[in-house]
């Protein structure tokens, strides 16, 4: 993974700089106003029709029917792949690394990969990791199906859906 930085992120900057910087690509991996959205319907806030047009206007497929729920499932989504991910990473990892240091590398790669941030706390990224399947596999459907994005995934569902129903 390349990210666009000019730092290395595992010896420049601190835990809680490298906190930051997975807050700051889970927010561009979510969206901005699906963040946004999710944080008034946690707080339980009315939205208004106007800011629910400026919303609606983020999605490319129109206005969604059910609005929250689409903000949930898209939250959903993003929560069940990383934690898949994060698991999938951690149990390899586990034999490398203590348990903390595994799973802090688990969680910081998970999110990375399915927010195509392309970020590493390995100094020389995953070199070492370059014949490792388990490790190659899990980052690359993780990519993968961070850069298709839940609408896309969503549709490919009803699609299957569909067919499976008629057989």
Not at 69 to 90: P, Q
Not at 103 to 116: G, K, P, R
Not at 145 to 166: C, D, H
């Amino acid at each position: 993974m390349t990210g666009l930085i000019v730092q290395d992120t595992a010896t420049y900057f601190t835990p809680f700089g490298q906190a930051v910087i997975l807050v700051l690509f889970q927010l561009g991996g979510l969206g901005i106003m699906t963040f946004s959205t999710l944080i008034l319907l946690v707080a339980g806030k009315r939205i208004s029709i106007k800011d629910r047009i400026i919303i609606q206007q983020g999605f490319h497929h129109g206005a969604p029917k059910d609005f929250k729920s689409l903000i949930k499932n898209i939250f959903l989504y993003t929560l069940i792949l990383e934690a898949a991910g994060t698991l999938s990473l951690f149990l390899r990892w586990q034999q490398d690394f203590p348990w903390q240091k595994a799973l802090s590398y688990s969680v910081f790669h998970s999110i990375s990969a399915l927010c195509n941030a392309g970020f590493s706390l390995f100094s020389r990224s995953f070199i070492s990791y370059r014949s490792d399947i388990w490790i190659n596999i899990t980052l690359f459907l993780l990519i993968i199906l961070g850069g298709v994005g839940f609408l896309a995934l969503q549709e490919m569902k009803e699609v299957f859906s569909g067919v499976l129903r008629r057989q």
